[in-house]
């Protein structure tokens, strides 16, 4: 495993980092990777990440990468570095609500759906558009929204997969330009996977996102 990391590491510039996607897998195989120097581990399931959040050296950061239901929020705002998964007002404003009630500004990236599969997550690109032209981050001081993330569609294609990436990359250029977020804060693309992480470092990915390339297959 530390040589997976190792290797993965060599090929990212940088300005990118390496979130280790650690869901399904026990405490001890992060354990590993903690060892081998891996800090940034992501999880996609709350109640996996509370028992892995208690059981593992607090200089962990922790990233959460899945749909997070807001009834959930209140578990993981107080510890939690980096919600990769935001893509409803609804639940921006359920995390600002549970940072300030501990004190805390939360960073968090807005998921873009740019796949071509049904997804019932992730807002389109011009939904986000849409929303953002009203300025509705002003109404959330808890909440820093530091960029975007996306996944692209799962294919062997790799043209479709690099149009997507393009899409997102694009989209998040205009966003930083747009006057509509934090230009100094919206610095974060989240995008790439053990199978197009490569594709993703084409079009500037700063956080890719690294399961099954570090830990093998997960066991569901
Ligand atoms: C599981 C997951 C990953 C990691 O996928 P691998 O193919 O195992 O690298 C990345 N991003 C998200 C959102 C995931 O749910």
């Known amino acids: 495993m530390a040589q997976h990391i190792a290797t993965i590491r060599?090929?990212?510039?940088?300005?990118?980092?390496?979130?280790?996607?650690?869901?399904?897998?026990?405490?001890?195989?992060?354990?590993?990777?903690?060892?081998?120097?891996?800090?940034?581990?992501?999880?996609?399931?709350v109640q996996e990440l509370m028992t892995k959040y208690e059981a593992l050296p607090k200089d962990i950061e922790w990233h959460f990468i899945?749909?997070?239901?807001?009834?959930?929020?209140?578990?993981?705002?107080?510890?939690?570095?980096?919600?990769?998964?935001?893509?409803?007002?609804?639940?921006?404003?359920?995390?600002?609500s549970e940072a300030a009630k501990c004190g805390r500004v939360v960073d968090c990236l807005l998921?873009?759906?740019?796949?071509?599969?049904?997804?019932?997550y992730g807002l389109t690109p011009d939904s986000c558009r849409e929303w953002l032209s009203g300025n509705p981050l002003d109404r959330y001081p808890h909440v820093r929204v530091c960029?975007?993330?996306?996944?692209?569609?799962?294919?062997?294609?790799?043209?479709?997969i690099d149009r997507e990436f393009g899409e997102l990359k694009s989209l998040f250029d205009e966003l930083k330009a747009s006057g509509h977020v934090d230009a100094?804060?919206?610095?974060?693309?989240?995008?790439?996977?053990s199978h197009d992480y490569r594709l993703a470092l084409r079009h500037g990915t700063t956080l890719v996102r690294i399961g099954t390339s570090i830990f093998g297959e997960r066991n569901y």
């Open 10 to 45: 060599q090929e990212l510039p940088s300005g990118t980092r390496l979130v280790a996607v650690s869901k399904f897998h026990p405490a001890e195989a992060l354990m590993e990777a903690y060892e081998s120097g891996q800090r940034i581990f992501g999880e996609s399931r």
């Open 66 to 96: 899945g749909h997070l239901q807001t009834n959930k929020v209140k578990y993981i705002v107080p510890f939690i570095a980096l919600i990769h998964s935001v893509d409803s007002e609804k639940l921006l404003a359920v995390i600002d």
């Open 147 to 160: 960029g975007l993330m996306g996944m692209a569609s799962l294919t062997d294609d790799e043209s479709r």
């Open 184 to 193: 100094r804060a919206f610095v974060e693309l989240s995008m790439g996977m």
């Open 111 to 120: 998921e873009i759906h740019v796949a071509s599969e049904e997804s019932k």
